[in-house]
């Protein structure tokens, strides 16, 4: 035997010899339901009246239990999760005796005894709990046929959903969601199922089947002082069946609209009374909602022109609807001794579905996401390792092409322990190590692939105090190191729990909270778009022509801002503090390529004229040609002869434009990536760049861009839960949550630079009238006369029409870009993240839940915040500011009913969800959503057979209100799913 495992016999041997030796008697007994299942996981609490001596249990796999307890009477409590408690009084223990204690709990409707283990990260009655947890039964979960775990949680209180597909939803509590969401931590059973490195939460990933989950829980407010990095909006826990608990075989077969078919299997078993198995799978397929973006089309358009003018590009790809997703988990318990217990899960799932992030939709091919875990659980330690990781498959990006590569991986090692001073005071203490290891292949990290490991390490602590019967104080401090932060983290809980009667709690919390830097804020190095002005074909020519090489387009890169050493994002100025840029055009005039040059130079600006000025004429010339032949036939002149002269006077048009001009100025301005409203016709008056910043004062500009730091939330919340007259449970939670250095979404950082139009305008007007006033241009002045009439304001001038062509054409053409000194790439736009100030929200959650009679329930809630919208907040380390958007509603309101006629075993529920309108901003998803209401309807039937058979029917949106629920997704329709069930 290893020193290792004599020390652990030695320690249990002196533990089980101290307990004896305080012990006089023991109080052992069996706990069941009604129908003979044994309830592991019963809590058994002892205590004395006399001396306030307190002790308890935790029921095993078969539902048995031993306490050892000083001979004397008790009061013993029998709870478990959703059976009525058993309160057993003057209950005797002698010395040297077993009292036997058996038990058989009945279910109840209200749940307010049953148990919850994420707000405390142990197991704790849920009024007993320091934070707001809402729980979803598995008998809820069951009578559900849901496609993704999503659908078992969008009816809670606080929750956001943002439904992209069939299975296919971003999940937050309290807003500031995103297309690319994983602010809200999300765990299967105490593994992080996120998916790695992107650090998005892609809930239809996890392998789970709705018959392996036995709860869902969801914290709301933050959870760093427990759970770490990234917790600050609140953790959503999944805990499925242990196979000791769920013995036998579940079958569903479904199908329904929009192609979809679906089967699950799951099957659980033991060996003996030491060793229990389960394993699980599911597949489904079916068409999407379709949708169409477009920027993709204008991509797809730009590609098809440069393949026309000779270059040697495959063409973009288009969305594929069909969806498809296939997954398989098995999970091996061993109960080594009555005290130790191992758990090894593993799971892989494989998805084809469309996925959007930031910087547009990418169409996902046998994405892998995989995982491995071992749990040890012996007393009051927890011990656990897990590995995630993935394989892209055949992804790529819809708006470039572009192929998608992601092997990357999260291996996480976790120890945590419990602990009792005396019948008052509870210790629990951890420590965590997260190692997130991007493998994009350069795809996604780009030129950042060999330096964006992140290292994450804490440790915290939690202290329970009962200071009187009826009042508890949690108390929890937590210290994390990041590798590529320049300081550690410390986050304080404190919690006053208030308990005047057994069936109501009053908490008064706080908590400091704070959300690390995703590989993507600090390391993304990825081209979201390639020339989306569409510049090289129109000026590859020119380049050809001055022999000059290849023409470098201006495209757009979104690029996280750590730089190793140094500050971020960093713009060259002049001595006045302008910003210096780069152009392509650069070569024009005989400069190097990624020469800086300042904005106003005289030189400069007449190289950007005299391109404007050829663009602009090549583009108006056809035009005029054409104006003028209809102008000449209709004074008589012959159709032949007519468009001869024209084409003379169209050759002859160019000398009135002069090639110089004096004064030229250049304006600063910045893309305009709001996305236009689902199936409206494009509107010619949407400027394509914005060239005032967000207070509508100031004009365009560069500022600098720090690197990214962590994101503090602090949080203040009174609640309330409890039961009114038997029937009612009411719950209430009014929160401040005070959001310091906010890591706004990713957003163009980089102005383009353009001709003045005003000023390019006022002299090119001048110099036009002055060319047309001179009498050997009288032919093409008339000619010009023409445009006057048939498009313009009929003054009896040309000059203003023409004015106003060429000036449009010039200075709507951006000639270069403010590019970093970092940039790789001297003339991209890029797109990166900043941290904003503080943002300050107050908001409501109620909920209420009322039960006639055992057979149905009425539920509600309705969540509240004062603001979804924070115009011009302003950037933290720096100058400038920008509009922040919540991306969710300030009111929603959730209705629900479920009624259960036991002796027909037929179950029906419905629910209706009202989510006001709200405006989004979320990377290049920028708009407003529209309200909408929503009613889902489900049906479970057991079909009166000697097999256990069940019907059940679900139909999503059933009055086919069609609705979008985030700007970038499809508008969302009805969907009636049918399935067949077999249980043995």
Not at 498 to 518: I, M
Not at 578 to 601: E, K, N
Not at 640 to 664: R, Y
Not at 757 to 774: C, F, R, Y
Request: charged share 20%; with cysteine.
């Amino acid at each position: 035997m290893s020193k290792i495992a004599k020390l652990i016999c030695l320690w249990a041997t002196l533990g089980y010899g101290v307990a004896w030796a305080q012990s006089d008697g023991f109080i052992e007994g069996t706990v069941t339901g009604e129908a003979g299942e044994t309830l592991p996981g019963t809590n058994i609490a002892v205590h004395s009246l006399a001396d306030d001596y307190k002790a308890g249990a935790t029921a095993d796999a078969d539902g048995q239990f031993r306490i050892a307890v000083p001979a004397g009477n008790y009061q013993v409590e029998i709870t478990f999760v959703g059976y009525k408690s058993d309160l057993r009084e003057n209950v005797q223990v002698r010395a040297g005796q077993t009292t036997r204690l058996d038990a058989v709990l009945v279910e109840q409707v209200i749940f307010l005894g049953q148990s919850v283990v994420s707000a405390s990260r142990r197991q704790e009655k849920i009024l007993d709990a320091p934070a707001s947890v809402s729980v979803v039964e598995g008998s809820e979960i069951r009578n559900n046929p849901a496609l993704s775990l999503s659908d078992h949680v969008k009816n809670l209180p606080a929750v956001d959903i943002a439904k992209r597909g069939l299975a296919n939803a971003n999940v937050v509590v309290r807003g500031f969601n995103n297309i690319f969401s994983g602010t809200l931590l999300t765990l299967t059973d105490n593994r992080i199922a996120r998916v790695p490195s992107l650090r998005v939460n892609a809930l239809n990933f996890i392998p789970l089947t709705n018959d392996d989950v036995e709860r869902i829980e969801v914290v709301l407010g933050p959870g760093s002082a427990l759970y770490g990095p990234n917790s600050a909006d609140g953790v959503m826990h999944i805990i499925t069946h242990s196979p000791f608990t769920s013995q036998g075989t579940n079958v569903h077969v479904g199908m329904g609209e929009r192609d979809l078919r679906h089967a699950t299997v799951r099957h659980a078993g033991v060996v003996g009374d030491r060793l229990g198995y389960k394993i699980s799978g599911q597949y489904y397929t079916g068409t999407e909602w379709e949708y169409t973006d477009p920027e993709e089309v204008k991509a797809q358009a730009l590609r098809q022109a440069e393949i026309d003018a000779g270059a040697d590009l495959p063409p973009l790809k288009t969305r594929d609807p069909n969806n498809s997703n296939q997954s398989v988990e098995a999970r091996l318990d061993w109960r080594a001794a009555d005290d130790l217990t191992a758990i090894l899960s593993a799971g892989h799932n494989k998805a084809k579905i469309i996925g959007g992030t930031g910087v547009g939709a990418w169409q996902s091919i046998d994405w892998q996401y995989n995982y491995v875990q071992l749990r040890l659980l012996y007393r009051d330690w927890f011990l656990q390792a897990f590995r995630n990781w993935n394989e892209a498959g055949d992804t790529y990006l819809l708006r470039t092409g572009d192929p998608v590569v992601d092997r990357s991986s999260l291996n996480v090692f976790q120890a945590q322990h419990t602990s009792r001073l005396g019948q008052h005071q509870r210790f629990t203490y951890g420590f965590d190590a997260l190692l997130t290891r991007p493998d994009t292949d350069g795809t996604i990290m780009g030129s950042n692939e060999s330096d964006d490991d992140l290292n994450e390490y804490g440790g915290y602590v939690q202290s329970e105090t009962a200071l009187r019967d009826m009042l508890d104080l949690v108390l929890a401090l937590r210290y994390d190191y990041h590798n590529h932060l320049a300081d550690p983290e410390l986050s304080p809980r404190a919690a006053l729990v208030f308990k005047p009667q057994a069936t109501q709690t009053l908490r008064l919390t706080y908590n400091r909270a704070f959300s690390t830097p995703t590989a993507n804020n600090l390391y993304l190095d990825l081209q979201t778009a390639r020339d989306p002005f569409g510049l090289n074909p129109n000026f590859s020519p020119l380049f050809s022509a001055l022999g000059l090489g290849e023409f470098k387009s201006i495209d757009v890169w979104t690029q996280g801002n750590y730089r190793s050493p140094g500050y971020g994002f960093t713009f060259r100025r002049d001595e006045t503090g302008r910003p210096l840029f780069r152009s392509p055009f650069a070569p024009v005039a005989g400069l190097p390529a990624d020469q800086y040059l300042p904005l106003d130079d005289p030189l400069f600006t007449n190289v950007m004229w005299g391109i404007g000025r050829q663009a602009a004429l090549a583009q108006f010339g056809p035009a005029f040609q054409e104006l003028a032949t209809g102008a000449l036939m209709a004074q008589g002149m012959g159709a032949e002869d007519a468009q001869a002269t024209a084409g003379q006077l169209a050759a002859a048009l160019p000398g009135i434009v002069p090639e110089q001009l004096p004064g030229l100025r250049n304006v600063m301005g910045r893309l305009n990536i709001e996305t236009e409203p689902l199936g409206a016709e494009p509107d010619p008056n949407r400027p394509p760049f914005f060239f005032l910043e967000a207070d509508g004062t100031t004009p365009i500009t560069a500022y600098d861009v720090p690197r990214i730091h962590s994101a503090i939330t602090q949080t203040i919340e009174l609640g309330y839960k409890g039961v009114v007259a038997d029937k009612v449970v009411v719950a209430a939670d009014l929160y401040q949550s005070r959001i310091e250095d906010f890591v706004g979404s990713v957003s163009v950082e980089t102005p383009n630079v353009f001709l003045d139009p005003q000023i390019l305008g006022a002299a090119l007007g001048e110099s036009i009238s002055a060319a047309l006033s001179d009498p050997n241009n009288a032919q093409l002045a008339g000619a010009l006369a023409a445009l006057d009439a048939a498009q313009g304001n009929n003054n009896g001038s040309p000059v203003d029409e023409l004015t106003g062509i060429l000036t449009a054409g010039a200075a709507a053409i951006p000639y270069g870009t403010v590019s970093p000194e970092q940039a790789s790439d001297p003339y991209a736009m890029i797109m990166s993240y900043r941290n904003f100030e503080a943002v300050t929200i107050r908001g409501l959650d109620l909920s209420l839940a009322y039960f006639p009679a055992d057979h149905w329930r009425l539920t509600g809630n309705y969540s509240f915040v004062n603001d979804n919208f924070f115009e011009n907040l302003q950037y933290s380390h720096g100058e400038g500011g920008a509009d922040i958007a919540l991306n969710a509603p300030r009111h929603k309101v959730k209705l629900g009913m479920n009624y259960n006629f036991a002796e027909w075993g037929l179950a029906l529920g419905g629910q209706v969800r009202y989510i006001d309108s709200f405006p989004m901003s979320s990377g290049v998803y920028v708009g407003e959503v529209d309200s909408y209401t929503v009613l889902d309807l489900n049906l479970t039937y057991q079909l009166p057979l000697e097999q256990d058979l069940v019907l059940q029917v679900d139909a999503s949106n059933a009055l086919n209100q069609t609705y979008q629920s985030f700007v970038g997704a499809p508008v969302v329709g009805r969907l009636v799913f049918g399935q067949v069930g077999l249980r043995f």
